[in-house]
Each structure stands twice: as C-alpha cells, then as structure tokens.
C-alpha cells in the first residue's frame, strides 16, 4: 500500500508542474505578444486595461517624440509600487527636469521652477520607496543645484531661552568640585 500512495503522489506532483509549465507558457506568450507589440512601434491607442509594460512604452514613445505633456499624463497614471511604476515616475521625473532646464536657459527662466520643483518630488518619492536608488539620488541632487532648497527654520538649533535652567543644576549626584 505504500507503493501506491507514493505513486499517486508522484502523479499529482507531475500533474502540478505540468499546470505550473502551462500557465508559465502562457504568460511567457503574452509576454512576448507585448514585447513584439513594443518593438514594432504599432502601439494601440490608450487603453486603461491595457499591460502597464504597454502603457509605459505608449508613454517613452511619446516622450521621445516631443509629446512631453501627453508623455506625463501617461506616466502619472503608472505610478504605483511596482518596478514599471517606479520606471515611469522615474522617467517622468526626468522629463520634469529637462523642461525645467530648457526653459531655465530660454526667455522665461522663472518658470522653470515649478517643473524643477516637480522633477525634485518625483526623485524624493523615489528615493522614499528605494533609498539606494543612485540614479534617483544624482538626478535630485543635480536638480537641487538647479534651484536650491530654501533654508528650513528647523534646521537651526534652537536658541537658548533665557532664564532656561541648565542641566548641571538640576542633576543629581553630580558634584562639581565645590565643597
């Protein structure tokens, strides 16, 4: 009898891997159905319940084409925790800064700052979610030398109060040589 319940056991672990090989197979297909979709450049109109890897490469397609405004809007609808979601409020981010340095060097360089602003929030949720994020990190630190943080009121140690005791007087046990 022990025979036989190892051998049912035996079939239903091939039984599992070959429907864990299937459905692999499967997503392996759609998989490459995307990436033919992407390298062909015949991406489909927007599509909300389209694959996010589809929407981000709608979304760079666009960006590299100039499409800037259209590039954002579809960026901002990816982010989200995942790696794709990551990539496009990276990419955005990026996008952000390089309108800020265009028109910072252009006619109107006081409107850069709210685009370098945006681009410096996009690499600080990055580096909140990732903290060893590099990219992230040189891309904000150069925005930041782009247009510098204001100095903070908080980052200043507080001045004493007057009339404030001090902490040799209020210590215990703590004698400080007198008699």
Same mark, same amino acid.
């Given at each position: 009898?022990?025979?036989?319940?190892?051998?049912?056991?035996?079939?239903?672990?091939?039984?599992?891997?070959?429907?864990?090989?299937?459905?692999?197979?499967?997503?392996?297909?759609?998989?490459?159905?995307?990436?033919?979709?992407?390298?062909?450049?015949?991406?489909?109109?927007?599509?909300?319940?389209?694959?996010?890897?589809?929407?981000?490469?709608?979304?760079?397609?666009?960006?590299?084409?100039?499409?800037? *405004?259209? $590039?954002?809007?579809? @960026?901002?609808? /990816?982010?989200?925790?995942?790696?794709?979601?990551? +990539? &496009? =409020? #990276? %990419?955005?981010?990026?996008?952000?800064?390089?309108?800020?340095?265009?028109?910072?060097?252009?006619?109107?360089?006081?409107?850069?700052?709210?685009?370098? *602003?945006? $681009?410096?929030?996009? @690499?600080?949720? /990055?580096?909140?979610?990732?903290?060893?994020?590099? +990219? &992230? =990190? #040189? %891309?904000?630190?150069?925005?930041?030398?782009?247009?510098?943080?204001?100095?903070?009121?908080?980052?200043?140690?507080?001045?004493?109060?007057?009339?404030? *005791?001090? $902490?040799?007087?209020?210590?215990?046990?703590?004698?400080?040589?007198?008699?």
């Amino acid at each position: 009898m022990k025979r036989r319940t190892l051998l049912k056991l035996a079939w239903a672990a091939l039984a599992l891997l070959g429907v864990a090989a299937a459905l692999d197979g499967a997503r392996l297909v759609g998989d490459e159905r995307i990436n033919a979709q992407i390298a062909s450049g015949a991406l489909p109109p927007e599509d909300p319940d389209a694959p996010a890897e589809l929407r981000f490469a709608q979304a760079y397609a666009q960006a590299a084409s100039g499409a800037a *405004e259209a $590039a954002l809007t579809r @960026y901002g609808a /990816l982010h989200a925790d995942t790696p794709v979601g990551q +990539a &496009a =409020r #990276y %990419n955005g981010a990026n996008l952000l800064l390089r309108q800020g340095i265009a028109l910072r060097a252009g006619a109107q360089p006081g409107q850069a700052l709210a685009l370098v *602003e945006l $681009a410096k929030e996009g @690499y600080r949720e /990055l580096l909140r979610h990732d903290a060893d994020d590099w +990219a &992230a =990190r #040189y %891309n904000l630190e150069r925005a930041q030398r782009l247009v510098a943080d204001p100095e903070g009121e908080d980052e200043e140690p507080p001045a004493a109060r007057r009339g404030a *005791e001090r $902490a040799a007087t209020t210590m215990r046990g703590y004698a400080p040589g007198l008699p």
